[in-house]
């Protein structure tokens, strides 16, 4: 079922609609909404109870991080860009560490690979966990929210017994990470994950067998394969409309490459099935957790030795590192004039994408109470648009 | 990727191929020439995912370099093709009938840099900077801290401090005396 039609006009191409005329409505959905992800506002041209228009506006909760950085050493920038992406900043941190560490030539221990892909695969857990709840929570279900914010801070538990933080880390450093995991944390580890696989059952249960929640979220938002290429489409959303991209399987980072997984596919993607693979992905992540648990060296070093972080100079170069996080392809743009301070860092988010030309696209033609949801089912973040 | 190297050269006269790593390289085309050398890489040559598009502000030779970062996911290859503009006239080629998330970028280049890209839908429009009314912010000429102390106040009992003076103070106290 294709609710809603393919829309005819691409949001390049904008559209003019008569507001005097009576027959349309302009409505603005957020920044301050609960249908909203983040701090970020949908101008909504509305006709009956249908839209017919939509732009996107960002610029509401963190902007200038980009031209923040050109200002500060390379080590005093590490407080800044975990906030970019507050659900998930162990990614930030690690495309940020990594460049730095390419273009500086510094190799770093085994046992730090793997602990930073153990912290990169509990994040995406808390994200997706934070993420189903807001899903649910958009068509009216507000239990699966109560339930998953809970199972996601278990998992912030583990990230303040590894790294004193909860929702900023800043364990993923330049050389390695900023320390060993804590006595009796791998355990630890392993007993959140059974309660958090027995929670996401009770979510499939509860969330995708319920009529409603079917009703609504199949066929809302559908994206076409061929739209993949054409709009930049990565991560879940590429994934649900059957483009098996994971740049963890595609480069091969970290300790990817020595895990066995392989990406989850779809093949409509649209709202309902967005939020199955996604909810795989956490199965997934569970998995991966555990074997990471189980391959990881116990012990070693976990960190190079740097020079000292007021006087570190990178030489000059440029590279590009990209991750998979929970909603695509996350990644940083580095350019280092041989100086102690960036000469540019430019953030790639997938939402600039999916929020952007996809969103203003996909909700042309949607009914007004199903925004938030096609919204969420987007996974969309506006603070890496802003920047 | 050397053929890959060659033929960019062959056909668009692209230089300077440089492996980052196996599977990331960069490359050097003129302004004129990057739009066709870019739609041949996504027709042709299987870069077929636009990953990001920004430019880098050289004041120091007058020149804005613009880096589109392109993706081949057969061959797991990522490349950036830079080109450099004329920092006092910033113009260049729309890819907006390449890839349909380009004008968003462009309108960025437009409101963070002024570089136009003439025939971009909505490029005028206000992106981020709702309201701004100074020059082009990621300018480097931009002087940021002397915007703020003009457009804001400071707030009553805030210390100013030189980060790096102040750290050195705090951890290497003995030396700083």
Redesign the interface.
């Known amino acids: 079922m294709k609710r809603d039609a393919m829309p005819r006009i ?1 949001p ?3 559209a003019t609609f008569d507001l005097e005329s009576g027959k349309y409505l302009v409505m603005w959905q957020g920044p301050q909404h609960p249908g909203i992800t983040g701090n970020m506002s949908l101008r909504l041209v509305i006709e009956g109870d249908t839209v017919v228009d939509c732009e996107t ?3 509401y909760l963190h ?2 991080f ?3 950085m050109e ?3 390379y080590m ?1 920038n590490f407080p800044l860009v975990c906030r970019i992406a507050v659900p998930e900043p162990d990614f930030n941190e690690y495309c940020y560490a990594a460049a730095l560490e ?1 273009l500086a030539g510094i190799e770093i221990p085994d046992k730090a690979v793997w602990l930073r892909t153990l912290s990169l695969e509990m994040i995406r857990l808390a994200s997706f966990l934070m993420w189903i709840g807001g899903q649910a929570g958009a068509f009216g279900h507000g239990t699966i929210a109560q339930w998953s914010v809970t199972m996601r801070d278990y998992v912030l538990d583990l990230f303040e017994e590894l790294s004193g933080g909860r929702i900023y880390h800043m364990y993923i450093i330049p050389g390695g990470v900023r320390g060993d995991v804590p006595k009796g944390f791998l355990q630890h580890v392993l007993e959140t994950m059974d309660i958090i696989k027995k929670n996401l059952d009770d979510i499939e249960l509860v969330m995708f067998h319920n009529a409603v929640y079917k009703m609504r979220a199949q066929g809302l938002g559908c994206i076409p394969p061929e ?1 993949v ?4 489409i ?1 991560g879940p959303n590429a994934r649900a409309a059957g483009v098996a ?1 994971d740049l963890r399987k ?2 091969g980072y970290l300790a990817y490459p020595r895990l066995d997984f392989q990406p989850l596919v779809g093949k409509v993607s649209d709202a309902y099935e967005r939020s199955q693979l996604r909810l795989g992905e956490m199965y997934q992540a569970i998995d991966l957790i555990r074997q990471i648990v189980e391959l990881m060296p116990k012990d070693g070093p976990f960190r190079e030795k740097l020079p000292n972080p ?1 006087y570190w100079k990178i030489p000059a ?4 590192v ?1 991750a998979e996080c929970t909603r695509g ?1 996350y ?1 940083f ?1 580095v ?1 280092s004039d041989g100086s102690d301070k960036p ?2 860092i ?1 953030v ?1 988010g997938p939402s ?2 999916h929020a ?3 969103m203003e696209r996909l909700v042309r033609g949607v009914n007004i109470a199903d925004v938030a949801g096609l919204m969420v089912s987007l996974h969309t973040y506006p603070p890496e ?2 920047r | 990727m050397n053929e890959l190297a060659n033929e960019l050269a062959r056909r668009y006269g692209a230089r300077d191929w440089h492996d980052q790593r196996p599977n990331l390289a960069s490359v050097w085309v003129d302004a004129i020439r990057v739009h066709d050398s870019l739609a041949w890489l996504k027709d042709s040559a299987g870069y077929v995912h636009l990953s990001f598009l920004t430019a880098v502000d050289n004041i120091e030779r007058k020149a804005f370099t613009l880096t589109y970062a392109l993706r081949n996911h057969e061959k797991s290859h990522g490349l950036i093709v830079h080109c450099d503009i004329d920092r006092d006239n910033p113009t260049i080629d729309s890819i907006h009938l390449l890839w349909g998330q380009a004008w968003t970028y462009q309108r960025e280049l437009k409101e963070w840099f002024g570089i136009d890209c003439p025939g971009s839908p909505r490029k005028d429009e206000e992106f981020v900077l709702e309201g701004w009314d100074a020059p082009p912010m990621m300018r480097r000429d931009f002087d940021s801290l002397a915007y703020s102390q003009a457009t804001y106040e400071d707030r009553p009992g805030r210390e100013s401090a030189d980060p790096a003076a102040h750290m050195k103070q705090k951890l290497y106290p003995e030396a700083s005396l």
Do not use: F, M, N
């Open positions: 691409p390049e191409e904008k506006h960002v610029g902007r200038g980009e031209k923040l200002r500060r050493l005093q390419e739209w290429d054409k709009y930049g990565t991209r595609d480069i007021l170069g440029e590279t590009y990209a392809e990644g743009y350019v000469r540019r430019a790639r600039y994408t952007v030309s996809v648009i802003e």
